[in-house]
């Protein structure tokens, strides 16, 4: 058994950049009160104006930077590719170049949709990439940047869900919300059953990612994202036992279901490296109490 030595942030300046997205929201909520915190979205600094990080990030001089942007988009990065790249790759090299100037550590997230999903055996950290959507590309082209530095944390999740508001946002409103709020309008909801994931609290990220800021965790890939595999047919079942919803569910493959990004099919994330987070059904039924 490892033991982790846990170190005191409470000295530490920490930023979070995209504070105001579904994760940016509850890594705040996390930190809170433990740190000393700024929480910058984009109207505090834009991270595809490279002046602007280098100047900003130099000014505040952060111990930890945690980048919670990101373009999320995944079908509407399909027609937006260049958008998608300035913020998935462009961005954070701009990040790391910032994080070099002050000597910071720097927590970055990316996603399951950087393998092709067809190994059915899922993907350990160290598995090579083979991103198949643009969204996946942009992802993968941020995520060498952050391997480069030394003092670079790299995040892969997938999945996620969280309490941050959402409506208007160009990012919709995560699955599980969708599904209560269809149940409402629908007689019967059709739901995929081909596509295997690992669903992710962003609450239990964030306080992963504490666990992570505070340990001896060596720089490196992780994957953290709460444990068990699941379709988007079986989480919708879940949401709707929980929620006691009596509206019929129905199975359907993915070719029933046209999305313009190609999704990987069994994109499963190995968690060898870290503490295991809970299981999703126990994380989903504190989300939705
Ligand atoms: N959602 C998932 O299922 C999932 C899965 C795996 C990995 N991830 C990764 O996790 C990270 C966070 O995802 P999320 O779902 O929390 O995303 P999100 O809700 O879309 O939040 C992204 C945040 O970045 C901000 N932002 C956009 N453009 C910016 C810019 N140019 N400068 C500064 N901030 C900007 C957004 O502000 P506005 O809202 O004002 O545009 C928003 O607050 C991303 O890197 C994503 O790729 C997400």
Not at 189 to 218: M, Y
């Amino acid at each position: 058994m490892r033991i982790y030595m846990e170190r005191n942030i409470y000295n530490l300046k920490i930023l979070i950049l995209g504070a105001g997205g579904m994760l940016g929201t509850d890594l705040g909520h996390e930190f809170a009160g433990k740190c000393e915190l700024f929480l910058w979205d984009k109207n505090e600094l834009d991270v595809t104006n490279k002046e602007q990080v280098l100047a900003k990030i130099s000014d505040l001089n952060p111990n930890i930077i945690i980048n919670a942007t990101g373009y999320t988009n995944v079908d509407g990065a399909e027609d937006n590719k260049d958008l998608a790249h300035k913020l998935n790759a462009d961005a954070v090299e701009y990040l790391v170049k910032a994080a070099q100037q002050v000597n910071a550590k720097l927590i970055h997230f990316s996603t399951e949709y950087v393998f092709d999903g067809t190994d059915k055996s899922g993907y350990k950290e160290n598995y090579p990439v083979n991103p198949i959507n643009v969204y996946g590309q942009s992802k993968t082209a941020g995520e060498k940047y952050i391997i480069e530095y030394r003092l670079g944390y790299l995040i892969r999740t997938s999945w996620l869900y969280g309490h941050a508001p959402q409506i208007g946002k160009p990012r919709g409103m995560n699955f599980v919300d969708t599904m209560i709020k269809l149940s409402t309008e629908k007689s019967e909801i059709k739901v995929v059953n081909d596509q295997f994931g690992k669903l992710t609290n962003t609450r239990d990220l964030a306080s992963a990612v504490h666990e992570l800021a505070k340990g001896d965790f060596q720089p490196g890939i992780y994957h953290l994202v709460n444990e068990g595999v699941a379709m988007w047919y079986e989480v919708a079942q879940e949401v709707f036992k929980i929620k006691n919803i009596q509206t019929p569910l129905i199975p359907i493959s993915s070719i029933e279901y046209p999305v313009k990004a190609k999704r990987p099919a069994y994109a499963v994330l190995l968690n060898t490296k870290f503490p295991q987070l809970r299981l999703w059904q126990e994380a989903l039924r504190d989300y939705l109490s």
